[in-house]
């Protein structure tokens, strides 16, 4: 089946700071999403993105299809955005398959 | 818009019962799925009900099952729990569970077994 590798596994950063996240996986998609997992355990929706780039705010994300991977970028980041940060794939429908995820903590 | 809502929160149960875990999806939406989060093995697809169907299944035992409701309401069942069922469970509703379609998580049943 489809493989989905993040990197890096784990980021620490100052309040204010950017950040790239990247997604490699392993075959063509159809579907690709970014959540974001509270200390809660809720997984929020960020971006659906196969392809293409779209902006919401401090974040944006990027999919190059044709070489299989997404970056999704944080700017300024806050204590807020700290979490985890998964990408997920399908290659048909909403059967995703999500990668490790990145742990993302910002420091004050 | 209320999002989606699953219940309980929290459950404990000893090994060889079975539970049945509650998701209410977004309103309106009509594909809900079933995610299955571990430490070790991450978050795995367990099964997607569309239209009180089941449309796609991941690679889980027979133990698992689930249903859905012609309110779009849906329900997953273990039976025979075991240890290594421990684990978040969450639920997802889109609107068809077509292309393009985000997918909206509820907050999870933190489920564990002892």
Redesign the interface.
């Known amino acids: 089946g489809i493989q989905v590798e993040q990197s890096p596994p784990d980021l620490i950063l100052q309040e204010g700071a950017n950040s790239t996240l990247r997604c490699n996986f392993s075959d063509s998609v159809?579907?690709l999403?970014w959540?974001h997992q509270n200390p809660?355990?809720?997984?929020?929706?960020l971006f659906?993105i196969p392809s293409g780039t779209k902006q919401n705010g401090r974040l944006s994300a990027t999919t190059v299809a044709t070489e299989r991977y997404s970056l999704l970028y944080i700017s300024s980041s806050q204590t807020t955005d700290s979490g985890v940060y998964?990408c997920?794939v399908a290659t048909y429908?909403?059967?995703?398959?999500?990668?490790?995820?990145t742990i993302l903590r910002v420091k004050s | 818009k209320a999002g989606v809502t699953q219940t309980p929160r929290y459950l404990i149960k000893t090994r060889g019962q079975q539970v049945t875990l509650s998701c209410s999806p977004i309103s309106g939406h009509r594909s809900v799925s079933w995610y299955q989060q571990t430490p070790g093995q991450g978050l795995q697809f367990l099964f997607e009900y569309f239209s009180e169907t089941q449309r796609n299944k991941g690679n889980f035992p027979g133990r698992f099952s689930g249903r859905q409701f012609s309110n779009s309401r849906s329900e997953m069942n273990v039976s025979t729990l075991e240890l290594g069922d421990s684990a978040l469970y969450l639920c997802a509703s889109s609107l068809e569970g077509g292309y393009g379609e985000k997918l909206f998580f509820g907050s999870g049943t933190q489920l564990s077994v002892l």
Do not use: D, P, R, T
């Open positions: 159809n579907n999403q959540f809660w355990g809720q997984l929020i929706n659906y998964f997920a429908g909403n059967k995703l398959v999500f990668g490790a995820g």
